[in-house]
Every structure is written in structure tokens, then in C-alpha cells.
């Protein structure tokens, strides 16, 4: 019997696009758009850093400029960075109608920078028991100390809890603690998959 809703929120609760920022930083270099994505692939390992709480913002923004060759001032670099994301209203009707009946945890990999921007602009969405974001844990999903935190928080066994993210990697994870999943994908139907598991709502 499920008893906690364990969820990520980036492409579950709130969608979010790279591919902006991505644009925005693209149209004042002389780099494409393309190029951007490869450097920040390449690159990862900073901004990994950066939701993992191990760099603050200014650290970030002086390694990413550089990498960039960007003449973005801190602020307006920011305002570039965060504005990514856009409220899935379904899904948060959802989201309230389980709270009724289950603990409800919010487990995502996200900076100070980017929650505090969904915090400021999107408040409607932030209704959960707990929190469990991985710039304050300081480790970040896959690691399986990060899903053992949520745990701690949820109040009920591993197999008490159903785990909703839209990455592999990550459901992978909590299936190896034994932990129930969604994977959510682009395009499901999050209450016909919560159905499945015969939640109330």
C-alpha cells in the first residue's frame, strides 16, 4: 500500500527548456546555439557542481561567462539562466488532490539560483511535506543517498513509496533501494500511470 508520493519536479510538476537559455546566450556571442548545448555538455561537470551546492552563484557565473566568452552582466546572466520554466497546471491539480490522501515529497536536482527563481514565480506548486533539493543535500540524484534522504522524510518503508521522475538513470535508482516508480515521460498521462497503483485522487 502506497502511503508517500515521492516526486521529482522538472518535467513532472513544472516543465523546463534548456534550449532557452541556450538562445538567449547564443544570440549575444558569436557561438550558435548548437555550439552552447556542446559547451555545456562538455562542461557539465559545473553545473553538476553548482546543484550540488559545492559552487555558489558568483562561482558559477564566472566559470560559465568564460566558457561562453559572454559580456552578460551577473544579473542579466541570471535572468537568462533561471526564466526556463512554465507551471504544468494538470499536473498540479493532481499534486493537491494526492496531498489529501499522502505524504507528498518533493526530491529534485536543482541550484539556489533556479529553485529560488520556481519559489518567487511559481509558489502554487510548492505545497509538499518535505523538500529534499540537492544543492542543500549536497549530493544529487542518482546518488542513492539523496532518494535515502527522501526516505527519512516520507515516513513509511521503501516499498511504501512511489518515486515519479522523467529520467532512467534516476528511476533506476530508486528501484535498486525498492522504491515503486513512474517513469514519466514526455506526453504520459500521470493519473492513468498513478491509476496503476491504485492511488486515490
Do not use: W
Not at 117 to 143: Q, R, T, V
Not at 158 to 171: H, Q
Not at 174 to 186: R, V
Amino acid at each position: 500500500m502506497i502511503k508517500c508520493i515521492i516526486s521529482d519536479m522538472g518535467n513532472v510538476f513544472i516543465s523546463f527548456d534548456n534550449d532557452i537559455f541556450f538562445k538567449k546566450i547564443a544570440a549575444n556571442v558569436s557561438l550558435s546555439q548548437s555550439d552552447i548545448a556542446g559547451l555545456v555538455s562538455k562542461n557539465f561537470e559545473i553545473l553538476r557542481s553548482f546543484d550540488k551546492g559545492e559552487i555558489n552563484p558568483a562561482e558559477f557565473y564566472s566559470k560559465v561567462v568564460r566558457i561562453f566568452k559572454s559580456d552578460f552582466d551577473y544579473n542579466r546572466f541570471f535572468k537568462a539562466y533561471n526564466d526556463v520554466f512554465d507551471l504544468r497546471k494538470k499536473e498540479l491539480q493532481i499534486l493537491k488532490k494526492l496531498k489529501e490522501n499522502y505524504r507528498v515529497i518533493l526530491l529534485t536536482n536543482t541550484d539556489v539560483m533556479r529553485y529560488g527563481f520556481i519559489k518567487k514565480n511559481f509558489p502554487e506548486m510548492l505545497i509538499f511535506d518535505a523538500y529534499i533539493i540537492s544543492y542543500l543535500e549536497g549530493y544529487m540524484k542518482p546518488d542513492p543517498r539523496i532518494y535515502k534522504a527522501a526516505l527519512e522524510k516520507a515516513e513509511a518503508q521503501a516499498d511504501e513509496c512511489l518515486f515519479i521522475d522523467d529520467k532512467a538513470d534516476n528511476i533506476d535508482a530508486a528501484i535498486a533501494l525498492g522504491i515503486n516508480t513512474i517513469h514519466f515521460i514526455e506526453r504520459a498521462e500521470l493519473a492513468a500511470e498513478l491509476r496503476k497503483f491504485k492511488l486515490v485522487f
